[in-house]
C-alpha cells in the first residue's frame, strides 16, 4: 500500500524559506516520480515540480524556477524515499497546501497523472 506523507508547512514572510517533505513508501520498485503540486485558494490545484526516485531527474514550473529546488534521499528499505522541496524567496502567491503525489509512469506537472497522493500541508505566505 503506498503511502505518502507530506511535513513541513506552516506560515513564513515574504521573502522567507521552507523546506517541505514527503516521505514515500509502499512502491515496490524505485522507478516512480513524486511530485509537488500546489492549490491555492480558490484555483486548481497545479504541478510545481517532480523528480524521479530512479535517476533523480527534476522540472519545475516556470512560477518557481530559481526559487524552488526539488531533491530526494532513498532509503536501502523497501524503495522507501524521502523527496524534499526547498522553497527560497517565497511570495505571497505561494500561499496554499502543498501536495506530495506519486506515479508509477513519467509523472510531469498534471495532477490528472498521478495515482497516489498525501493528505497535504498548508503553506501561509504573508508579512
Known amino acids: 500500500q503506498v503511502q505518502l506523507v507530506e511535513s513541513g508547512g506552516g506560515p513564513v514572510q515574504p521573502g522567507g524559506s521552507l523546506r517541505l517533505s514527503c516521505e514515500a513508501s509502499g512502491f515496490t520498485y524505485n522507478y516512480y516520480v513524486i511530485g509537488w503540486f500546489l492549490q491555492a485558494p480558490g484555483k486548481e490545484r497545479e504541478g510545481v515540480s517532480f523528480?524521479?526516485?530512479?535517476?533523480?531527474?527534476?522540472?519545475?514550473?516556470?512560477s518557481v524556477k530559481g526559487r524552488f529546488t526539488i531533491s530526494r534521499d532513498i532509503s536501502s528499505d523497501n524503495y522507501k524515499a524521502t523527496v524534499y522541496l526547498q522553497m527560497n524567496n517565497l511570495k505571497p502567491e505561494d500561499t496554499g497546501v502543498y501536495y506530495c503525489?506519486?506515479?508509477?509512469?513519467?509523472?510531469?506537472?498534471?495532477?490528472?497523472?498521478?495515482?497516489?497522493w498525501g493528505q497535504g500541508t498548508q503553506v501561509t505566505v504573508s508579512s
Open positions: 503525489a506519486g506515479d508509477p509512469g513519467w509523472g510531469g506537472l498534471v495532477p490528472w497523472n498521478y495515482e497516489y
Open positions: 523528480i524521479s526516485i530512479n535517476d533523480g531527474s527534476a522540472a519545475y514550473a516556470d
